[in-house]
């Protein structure tokens, strides 16, 4: 365990008030917490490699939808052609 000035400031208020085992015991508790907390935080955080990634992944989503809508359109055309050359040539 690392000690940090903060770590001894706790242990002396606590040693006052506690006892030394007690207010030991306690500052290791929260040192603990503290770390399991900041080793949370570090596996769910987003890295410069997932940022890449994820956008990565948004443009090739992005082109695909483009293209889609492409074909979209080219095929109401092709309808809305057909359909008014079929009106036309009945009347």
Not at 8 to 29: C, D, H, M, P, S
Not at 33 to 48: G, H, Q, V
Not at 83 to 91: D, E, I
Request: cysteine-free; proline content about 0%.
């Amino acid at each position: 365990m690392v000690i940090n000035t903060t770590d001894i400031q706790l242990y002396e208020l606590l040693r006052q008030k506690l006892g030394e085992r007690e207010a030991e015991t306690l500052v290791n508790f929260v040192d603990s917490k503290l770390k399991d907390n900041n080793e949370i935080n570090l596996r769910t955080m987003a890295t410069k490699e997932y940022i890449a990634s994820t956008k990565e992944y948004i443009a090739q989503v992005e082109s695909r939808l483009t293209m889609r809508m492409f074909y979209f359109w080219i095929g109401q055309v092709a309808v809305i052609g057909g359909l008014l050359a079929y009106f036309f040539k009945t009347h």
